[in-house]
């Protein structure tokens, strides 16, 4: 299964993605890129806002993760590190500041 992913560790959000493809892009709490959905993908359109990102930490790839609900992050919107589907919002909350 193809995934879009944002390393938010080398983000600087300039809002790009976002202005691209705001159906697919959002910003987090620190304003940086975060993937707010992958449903309804447009290769061509993921691959415009790749190429656009000036820091190149977007990327649309295959990916082995495996998450019960098929799906990234609902509580953080975290596609970057462990699937937290099962868990409350709180913890997941918890998972991503010790992270």
């Not at 190429?51 to 295959?62: A, F, K, L, N, R």
């Not at 019960?68 to 998972?95: A, G």
Request: include cysteine.
């Amino acid at each position: 299964m193809k995934k879009i992913k944002v390393n938010t560790e080398g983000c600087i959000g300039c809002g790009a993605c976002v202005g691209l493809d705001p159906e697919h892009f959002d910003f987090n709490e620190e304003g940086l890129s975060i993937v707010k959905n992958e449903e309804n993908i447009n290769p061509e359109k993921i691959q415009e806002v790749v190429e656009v990102c000036p820091v190149s930490v977007i990327s649309y790839e295959e990916t082995d993760e495996e998450c019960d609900c098929d799906q990234d992050c609902h509580c953080c919107n975290d596609t970057n590190k462990e699937c937290h589907c099962n868990e409350d919002e709180d913890n997941c909350k918890e998972n991503e500041k010790a992270a």
